[in-house]
């Protein structure tokens, strides 16, 4: 078996996802079957490659159907059974039970052609995996990992000492605020020196990857240790104390946690509790904070109402004092304080809700004033708990040596009001009723003091109100950012569809009931947009339009209410990208209206001297998408300038992204799209015969993406740009070279469609570069190879137009491999073949051409299939069906000069064959059509030296010379050609 043949066999091997998907498969079907089938049963060995991903699969699967037949199933229970896989469990029960109210994300995706062009829009977040090899440390193995942090066990080679390092999660492409939280979190540590917070030794930074290491705790976690065992009063209170002490010491040190939980208390060899992870740790009275108003850190569980409720000016001490409660609750009762299956439910219990004592929820006896410590805690109002975490540590104290605590149960009388506090109207009402009673006449006074209590009744419902509405923005927020994670995870299309689909739900809910909030309204336009794109990408071409034509509304009222705001101009020029994208496949000239919209915003943004990086990116994605529909237009010149126009100011972003303070995952995607702008520019260098140019343009596109190697979007894209390479070495004939190219394209885009089995565009691209495949083989002579590769892009093309029959690209790209089969079978001299074939190419490409008549691409290869299907019916002697199809072609092309001069060259070439023939009058026809292609050709502009040269009739032309038509037509032109040395003529 040759080399070639090798990697064509492996096409066909199964991947670990594709046995991911029998086993879903035969547990699927065993639901439908009315069993009630074990996971456990179908799970494959521990050491398993796909281990994860299956259970992962399967819980979804037995969620959806458990729900479906009300068989609830509780995620502690399955932990239980699992413990290894609290991750996948969590990530589960997330993607099945989706709920809150909320909103949308801003990303897109990047289409092709038969030579693959790559769309340019709204760019995405970058995620790596970080470094595990650093200088100065042997990196000796994995510890944990969370959402922003990963940590490795280490050895710091100098001092001869082992530690904990860690580093960011996604590693040198991380954010600007994700660098500085991180920073935080070192310097904050690396202030505080005490026995139970673990220490800092070392901060730095090497090649863009940020790094602190720390003492290294040999131990579990609390959280880890309560999940096993229940903690005595004694001993629970000894270890809040233990932590109250270390607290307070934080706090005398200026630095508030933020973040106290089970988690993040690591427990050494000798059972004592060492506080880490202060990344969301705030420093008291310093300038710098990276939480805004209204935005919520933390985790729900062990927040406190002020966090909860996003007010992060109201954060002090007192918070870090709540979560100690929180801590303590838990290690009583074995639960937390309070349970919401919902992040929205938790936070709104934490804010508006007194937790049941812990008195009253243990199933053993507590101390009464163990019980009244933890509630004084768990206050909802800050002042009302303990003034420091030393007071809190002295209070166990005082219980721990049986002596009187400080902390008094609340009171009958604050009960009542904190109940009239939590019920504004109801108290109201009472309260007007009593008062209507006891001054009855006394109308002055009565009506004062309505009038107050109404207005106290307002403000407090509108401040719930806003509460509420932030509660409800955040959990709408966490929806989206859960679906641009999605966006890279192989088999997620479906549940980020359906998170997309709440989260626009929600923020029309949210429209409706706040009209007058802008800010809500710009949101609700971002989501309807990022929608609209996701849609696009997975070809649900009504749902996408909608949604972006929404965000295009939406976004037209709020520029009209405020003009000078550069974001809402700058979002409806990227809406109408999306738009111009979505049209392309469909209606080329509709698409061109929508990309002229978003560059008329982006001129009139541009003429203010104080545009910004944004408004360039911007007009850069414009100029980008309007090079590419100009170059489908046929208009190169005008493409060409665009492009070069793109890739100056993209340069320019590149160049001025080196500044250390620029966002690291900007700098990234100003090289992505600097990379996708190059490529496309090469395609065009190609079709203009500057193959030397076009190819080194599309290998610094290459080279620009190598470093993003690992993400979904940008493995298609290197995958696409190999592929142009390989096409433009093929223009070279360069065919190893090409050969190799090729090959690593197919292998990357195979992975893939496993991988995301519902991207219609990925499984378009592998039919392409399986067609190139073929061309290669069909150029070196490799006929049977060649058809084999044709034949299997056509397969899965002709599968995608039945899918989406309204898509003109994947409809084009059927017929060009069915052109292709075609050309295979002329070579072979199997013309009958070949004219069925291309019979079918036609129809489909005539489709094409119907659908978007400016489309150079799709003109181009009607005009090739009409070529070949011509001389395919000269070549096995249909002269009469022949003489048909070219009325056929030029009625198509009823303008173009080129096309009668090819149309008159094809009859005459017939006409010489048609003197054996006895029909006589298919032989006169095609002499009279063929000077009359002649006639019109030159009417529509075609030179006479098509027909003449140096006093001569060129061939095959000549053999019309002495028809008495063609000499009128030689007078009219004043043509004088001596006649031919052979006879032509009748």
Request: glycine share 6%; hydrophobic share 35%; proline share 4%.
């Given at each position: ?8 066999s ?18 699927e ?7 009630r ?16 991903d299956?259970f ?7 969620i959806?159907y ?22 996948e469990?969590?990530?589960a029960f ?19 052609q ?5 769309e340019?829009?709204?760019p995405p ?29 280490a ?5 001869n ?12 492409v991380a954010?600007?605020?994700e660098i ?18 673990v ?18 705790v040999?131990?579990p976690?609390?959280k880890q240790?309560?999940?096993n ?10 270890f809040?104390?233990t ?11 200026g630095?508030?946690?933020r ?18 992870d ?12 990276l ?8 985790t729900p569980?062990?927040?406190s109402?002020?966090?909860?409720s996003?007010r992060?000016?109201e954060?002090?001490?007192a ?31 934490v ?5 049941r ?16 410590i933890c509630?004084?805690?768990l ?16 209070d ?10 400080l ?21 109201g ?19 004062a003091?309505t ?5 106290s ?32 995870v ?16 929600f ?27 996701v ?12 949604a972006?034509e929404t ?28 738009m ?6 469909r209606?080329?000239d509709l ?7 978003a560059?008329a ?7 203010d001297?104080?545009?910004d ?8 994605r414009?100029?980008y ?5 100009l ?8 493409a060409?300038s ?16 080196d500044?250390?303070a ?7 995607n ?8 190059l490529?496309n ?7 203009e ?5 076009a ?14 190697a ?12 190999r ?14 070279d090409a050969?190799?190219?090729n090959?690593?394209?197919i292998?990357?885009?195979d992975?893939?469609v496993?991988?995301?089995p519902?991207?219609?565009?990925l ?59 075609a050309v295979?079978a002329?070579?072979q ?13 036609i ?20 005009k090739k ?26 009625a ?14 094809s ?21 009279q ?19 003449e040269?140096?006093g ?14 063609f ?8 043509l ?11």
């Amino acid at each position: 078996m040759s080399t070639d043949q090798k990697k064509n066999s492996s096409l066909g091997k199964h991947r670990p996802l594709q046995r991911v998907d029998v086993i879903c498969d035969r547990y699927e079907q065993q639901w439908l079957a009315g069993e009630r089938p074990d996971l456990g049963e179908f799970l494959q060995q521990p050491d398993s490659p796909v281990q994860a991903d299956l259970f992962t699969e399967l819980l979804r699967l037995d969620i959806h159907y458990r729900n479906q037949n009300n068989l609830p199933i509780h995620p502690q229970d399955v932990v239980k059974r699992f413990p290894n896989f609290q991750t996948e469990i969590q990530n589960a029960f997330l993607l099945e039970n989706v709920s809150g109210d909320t909103s949308e994300i801003r990303r897109d995706q990047w289409l092709t052609q038969t030579q693959s062009a790559v769309e340019h829009t709204v760019p995405p977040r970058l995620t790596r995996l970080p470094l595990v090899e650093f200088d100065g440390y042997e990196i000796l193995g994995e510890i944990a990992r969370g959402g922003m942090g990963i940590v490795y066990r280490a050895r710091q080679i100098e001092a001869n000492r082992i530690v904990a390092l860690k580093m960011i999660l996604s590693g040198n492409v991380a954010g600007v605020d994700e660098i500085q939280r991180f920073k935080n979190e070192a310097k904050a540590a690396a202030r505080l020196d005490h026995p139970n917070i673990v220490p800092v030794f070392d901060i730095g930074e090497q090649d863009g990857q940020h790094f602190f290491s720390m003492g290294f705790v040999n131990g579990p976690s609390l959280k880890q240790l309560i999940s096993n065992e229940r903690m005595d009063d004694q001993r629970s209170a000894e270890f809040v104390r233990t932590l109250a002490r270390a607290v307070q010491y934080a706090h005398s040190k200026g630095i508030i946690h933020r973040d106290l939980k089970p988690a993040n208390i690591l427990l050494d060899e000798h059972g004592n509790p060492r506080i880490t992870d202060f990344g969301l740790s705030k420093v008291l009275h310093s300038q710098t904070e990276l939480t805004g108003t209204g935005q919520v850190l933390g985790t729900p569980a062990y927040m406190s109402p002020e966090q909860a409720s996003g007010r992060s000016n109201e954060i002090t001490e007192a918070t870090d004092i709540y979560s100690l409660g929180g801590i303590l609750y838990e290690l009583l009762t074995g639960c937390v304080p309070f349970y919401s299956e919902t992040v929205v439910g938790l936070l709104m219990k934490v804010q508006n809700e007194t937790p049941r004592s812990p008195a009253s929820v243990s199933q053993v006896r507590l101390s009464a004033d163990l019980d009244t410590i933890c509630m004084k805690c768990l206050e909802k109002n800050p002042s009302d708990r303990y003034s420091t975490a030393q007071d809190l540590a002295d209070d166990l104290d005082r219980y721990l040596q049986g002596e009187p605590i400080l902390a008094r149960p609340i009171s009958r009388g604050r009960r009542i009001a904190r109940w009239c506090g939590k019920r504004p109207l109801i108290t109201g009402l009472a309260a007007c009723l009593v008062i209507s009673v006891l001054v009855f006449g006394s109308s002055t006074l009565h009506f004062a003091k309505t009038s107050q209590l109404r207005s106290s009744m307002v403000e407090s419902e509108k401040r719930q109100k806003d509460q509420n509405l932030q509660i409800a923005l955040l959990a709408v927020e966490q929806m989206v950012e859960q679906a641009k994670l999605l966006a890279d995870v192989p088999r997620k299309e479906k549940a980020r569809v359906e998170l997309l689909n709440k989260a626009t739900d929600f923020y029309n809910r949210f429209r409706q009931q706040r009209p007058e909030d802008r800010s809500l309204q710009f949101q609700a336009a971002l989501v309807h947009q990022s929608t609209g794109s996701v849609f696009r990408i997975l070809d649900q071409f009504d749902r996408s339009q909608e949604a972006i034509e929404t965000s295009v509304t939406q976004l037209d009222a709020l520029i009209a209410a405020e003009p000078a705001n550069r974001q809402y101009s700058i979002a409806l020029s990227e809406s109408y990208i999306s738009m111009a994208l979505l049209l392309k496949p469909r209606n080329l000239d509709l698409a061109f209206g929508a990309i002229e919209k978003a560059m008329a915003i982006q001129s009139e943004l541009m003429r203010d001297q104080d545009s910004d990086d944004d408004s360039r990116h911007a007009l850069a994605r414009v100029l980008y998408n309007r090079g590419m529909m100009l170059s489908e237009q046929g208009q190169h010149e005008l493409a060409e300038s665009d492009y070069q126009a793109a890739i100056q100011l993209l340069r320019e972003l590149v160049r001025y992204s080196d500044d250390p303070a620029t966002d690291d995952s900007l700098a990234g995607n100003y090289r992505l799209d600097l990379g996708r702008t190059l490529n496309n520019y090469g395609n065009l260098l190609k079709q203009e015969g500057r193959t030397e140019e076009a190819k080194n343009q599309i290998r610094q596109a290459i080279d620009l993406h190598s470093d993003y190697a690992d993400l979904r979007e940008h493995r298609q894209d290197v995958a696409i740009f190999r592929n142009n390479l390989a096409n433009t070495l093929i223009a070279q004939k360069q065919f190893d070279d090409a050969l190799a190219e090729n090959w690593l394209s197919i292998e990357s885009l195979d992975e893939l469609v496993s991988q995301f089995p519902r991207y219609a565009s990925l499984k378009s691209e592998l039919a392409n570069v399986l067609n190139t495949r073929g061309s290669i083989m069909g150029s070196q002579n490799e006929l049977e190879e060649a058809a084999e590769y044709f034949g299997r892009a056509e397969s899965s093309l002709q599968k995608l137009t039945q899918d989406f029959p309204e898509n003109f690209g994947y409809s084009n790209r059927m017929a060009a491999a069915r052109y292709n089969v075609a050309v295979v079978a002329y070579m072979q001299n199997e013309f009958k073949k070949c004219s069925e074939i291309l019979r079918n190419a036609i129809k489909v490409h005539q489709h094409c051409f119907d659908g978007n008549p400016h489309n150079e691409e799709f003109r181009g290869n009607l005009k090739k299939d009409y070529s070949l299907f011509i001389k395919t019916l000269q070549k096995s002697g249909d002269l009469f069906e022949m003489d048909q199809a070219i009325d056929e072609c030029v009625a198509t092309f009823p303008q173009e000069h080129e096309v009668r001069l090819n149309a008159a060259r094809s009859r005459a070439q017939a006409y010489t064959d048609a003197k054996q023939s006895e029909n006589k009058d298919i032989r006169e026809s095609l002499g009279q059509n063929a000077v009359e292609d002649l006639r019109v050709a030159v009417q529509l502009g075609a030179s006479t030296d098509a027909i003449e040269e140096n006093g001569k009739i060129i061939e095959p032309l000549n053999v019309l010379f002495g028809r008495t038509d063609f000499q009128e037509l030689l007078d009219e032109l004043k043509l004088n050609p001596s006649a031919p040395t052979s006879d032509g003529g009748e």
